[in-house]
């Protein structure tokens, strides 16, 4: 049953006479320690926080003296008592509550500075099972819940770099705090609470193999408030979530506007996509548009993969997203300021590049200190209407594959490599997609369509433009190979791409007419392999 208020109302402002400090993170503790004094605040402390104040020649008492009873079990027990909770619970302008302070010799406290136990870097640094377990904070978190349940008298701050917002807010109010204050520290130590508990409980998930347990929660950190969503009117923030994996959330700016919303989803499509391919055997580029690649290429260089990428589709390319899997050098930043580019993202830059970049100041230049693992374990989430979604990243290498030959004709060694290149793109294109690839670059691709048959079309149209754009004869698709994202579920999709030139295709396999498509493989003369896997994009 729910327990009912009794609505006393909570005042403008409060005058605080004690503080009780506990902090793991000491950062500005003792300059707000100081100006705590200086308002005549009366300092209670804890283990190494009660230690560094003391030291700096600061009045406390410890929480020991306020509890009589001493720190126990390793500094487990130290918090937890009546005589902190009451002072911290206590509804100051009941008179049940009052009594019950006087009976029990229980001192209000006004003002908690607490920050935790760092269990997420203790977990993110590798340390063993019983460490990540000992770096549970418990004393902490109840405390903070404690004072921001009673923040219509209590003020929590559980964040150093708000601590010069308290001091302002005591400054301005002759040594008392208001409620809108203290209702703003509440909500943000209510959030951070959530966000301990939810990293602990994905811990555990991973420790037990579990990665879908009965009771699924998110938790982030808020990087920055961003113009605005997809559209104009729609309100939007970047989260991060702690992970480590390089990528556009850890990358460092070096130029250019704020990341807009699309930006930020773009560009992280954009390296994701190049992150499949090993630096140290090829430079791969991807252009970016709306989340699909509109050109990937390898080649022996940056510029040559840049070139090759660009010519796929020159249209599309403007105020696209590049990504690279090497260091951008002078030539290819050279190529890439060529048009408009809306963010470049690589895993570094060289000098040259970034006083090449420095010519157009709006261009984002973002750099990530390394590539992403593409066979990172890890779960995605998409909201829906009244819930959430969750699944495995799909972490699938065509490389690590049993590919199968079906048709008579086996594919020339040009096709095997083509091949493999077009499924790996395959993998981050919208559904349905198909993707023809000729020497180491796309020459056409088609994206999220309702029908695997006009996917093949807008890229085989796709490459037309290009080959009239470029002066060429006829199409790169003349000679081609060609991945499917998925089976094709009739002939008609296959025919599509021979109609457009190609001469091998790779598709996961496993319609109820597959028999169909190989016979019609065979037929045109194509070499054709199955993957055994499917990448839906959606």
Request: charged share 20%; glycine share 8%.
């Amino acid at each position: 049953m729910a327990v009912e208020s009794k609505n006393i109302p909570a005042p403008d402002l409060v005058k605080p006479k004690r503080a009780l400090l506990s902090v793991s993170d000491k950062t500005g503790i003792l300059e707000l320690a100081k100006k705590f004094m200086e308002n005549g605040i009366e300092l209670i402390s804890t283990g190494g926080t009660s230690k560094a104040l003391a030291e700096a020649g600061l009045p406390v008492k410890d929480v020991s003296a306020v509890t009589g009873f001493p720190e126990i079990m390793d500094g487990r027990v130290k918090t937890l008592h009546p005589s902190i909770h009451g002072g911290l619970l206590a509804i100051r302008d009941d008179e049940e509550h009052k009594q019950a302070m006087a009976v029990h010799d229980i001192c209000p406290i006004d003002i908690v500075v607490v920050n935790l136990y760092p269990f997420s870097q203790t977990m993110r640094s590798g340390a063993d099972y019983a460490n990540c377990v000992e770096n549970i904070d418990i004393g902490g978190p109840a405390m903070i819940r404690a004072s921001a349940k009673n923040h219509a008298y209590v003020t929590i701050m559980t964040d150093p770099s708000d601590y010069g917002l308290l001091i302002e807010n005591l400054e301005t109010n002759n040594g008392n705090i208001n409620l809108d204050f203290r209702k703003h520290s509440a909500s943000k130590a209510f959030a951070l609470t959530a966000e301990y508990d939810s990293a602990i409980s994905s811990w555990f998930a991973v420790q037990l193999n579990n990665p879908l347990p009965a009771k699924f929660s998110l938790a982030g950190q808020r990087s920055e408030v961003l113009r605005y969503g997809e559209n104009p009117h729609q309100q939007a923030a970047f989260y991060t979530n702690g992970d480590n994996r390089p990528g556009v959330a850890t990358a460092r700016q070096l130029q250019g506007k704020q990341l807009s919303y699309n930006n930020i989803n773009d560009t992280d499509a954009a390296f994701e996509l190049v992150s499949e391919f090993d630096p140290n055997k090829t430079a791969v580029i991807a252009i970016i548009k709306h989340a699909n690649p509109c050109g990937v290429a390898t080649g022996p260089t940056l510029k040559a993969a840049y070139e090759k990428a660009f010519a796929c589709d020159t249209v599309s390319a403007f105020g696209g997203i590049v990504a690279m899997n090497r260091e951008l050098d002078g030539e290819a930043a050279t190529e890439i300021v060529k048009i408009f580019t809306e963010v470049i993202i690589a895993p570094s830059a060289s000098a040259d590049a970034i006083k090449i970049i420095e010519a157009k100041p709006n261009l984002r230049l973002l750099v990530t200190g390394g590539m992403a693992d593409p066979k990172t374990k890890g779960m995605t989430v998409k909201t829906v209407s009244g819930g959430m979604l969750v699944q495995s990243r799909d972490n699938g290498n065509v490389d690590d594959l049993d590919l199968k030959v079906v048709s008579s004709r086996q594919p020339t060694s040009q096709e095997w490599e083509d091949m493999k290149l077009a499924f790996k793109i395959a993998k981050h294109v919208k559904s349905n997609a198909i993707i023809y690839v000729k020497d180491g670059a796309t020459v056409g691709i088609g994206a999220g369509q309702m029908s695997r048959v006009d996917s093949s079309r807008i890229a085989a149209r796709k490459a037309m433009d290009a080959a009239e754009a470029t002066g060429r004869s006829q199409p790169q698709t003349v000679g081609s190979v060609v991945a499917s994202d998925a089976f094709f579920p009739f002939a008609d999709g296959l025919l599509s791409a021979v109609e457009a030139g190609a001469t091998a295709v790779i598709q996961p396999g496993g319609s109820m007419r597959d028999d169909d498509v190989i016979k019609a493989a065979n037929e045109a003369g194509i070499a054709m392999v199955f993957t055994g896997m499917r990448h839906f994009k959606h």
